[in-house]
Nanobody
Framework: QGQLVESGGGLVQTGGSLRLSCAASGGIGRSNTITWFRQGSGKDREFVGGIDWSGSTDYSESVKGRFTVSRDNAKNTVYLQMNNLKPEDTAKYYC?????????????????WGRGTQVTVSS
C-alpha cells in the first residue's frame, strides 16, 4: 500500500524559509505525480504546487516565485522549498500522489495522501 510521510514543518518568522520533505514508499515512485496542498484553519484544501514524472512543475499563483518543488528519485522523496514566507502561508501542508502524468490542482485526482506537517509563519 502506498505511503507518503511529510516532514520539515515548523515555526518561522515572516520572510524566512523552510524545506518540506515528502518520503514515498509502497509502490509510489518516479512515475507518479506528487503535489503539495495546504489547508489553513477553517479553509478548504488548496493546491500549492507539484511535479510530474518528467520533472515538470506547476504552482499556484499565490506561491509562484517563492516556492519550488523538486524530487530526488534516488531517495524517492519530493521537496517543497518555501522562501519569503508570509503569515498567509500558515497551514498544514500535505503531499499527495497521483497516477496522472501531469500536475492537476484538484484534490480528488489524487489517490494517496500523507498526514501533513504544520507550517506556522509569525508576523
Amino acid at each position: 500500500q502506498g505511503q507518503l510521510v511529510e516532514s520539515g514543518g515548523g515555526l518561522v518568522q515572516t520572510g524566512g524559509s523552510l524545506r518540506l520533505s515528502c518520503a514515498a514508499s509502497g509502490g509510489i515512485g518516479r512515475s507518479n505525480t506528487i503535489t503539495w496542498f495546504r489547508q489553513g484553519s477553517g479553509k478548504d484544501r488548496e493546491f500549492v504546487g507539484g511535479i510530474d514524472w518528467s520533472g515538470s512543475t506547476d504552482y499556484s499563483e499565490s506561491v509562484k516565485g517563492r516556492f519550488t518543488v523538486s524530487r530526488d528519485n534516488a531517495k524517492n522523496t519530493v521537496y517543497l522549498q518555501m522562501n519569503n514566507l508570509k503569515p498567509e502561508d500558515t497551514a498544514k501542508y500535505y503531499c499527495a500522489a497521483s497516477v496522472s502524468s501531469v500536475v492537476t490542482p484538484r484534490p480528488e485526482h489524487y489517490d494517496y495522501w500523507g498526514r501533513g506537517t504544520q507550517v506556522t509563519v509569525s508576523s
